[in-house]
């Protein structure tokens, strides 16, 4: 999978608290540190969505800030 491109990663917030997200060290999300979640890329395409979200171990319940 190749990496999102950093124009890309600058645009792209949090939907649920506008968070700039980060990439996870293997590629495979992008991870919000203020919620704890990290969005899954499926096929390249970052999923954007709270309902995609998934908490990181002692992190938020998916889609909702602390």
Do not use: F
Request: proline share 14%; with cysteine; net charge negative.
């Amino acid at each position: 999978m190749a990496p999102l491109e950093s124009w890309l990663l600058e645009l792209l917030v949090c939907p649920t608290c506008k968070t700039k997200v980060t990439p996870t060290t293997d590629g495979s999300a992008l991870r919000c540190p203020a919620c704890r979640v990290r969005y899954p890329i499926e096929d390249g395409i970052p999923q954007m969505v709270p309902e995609a979200a998934v908490p990181e171990e002692g992190g938020a319940e998916t889609g909702t800030s602390p």
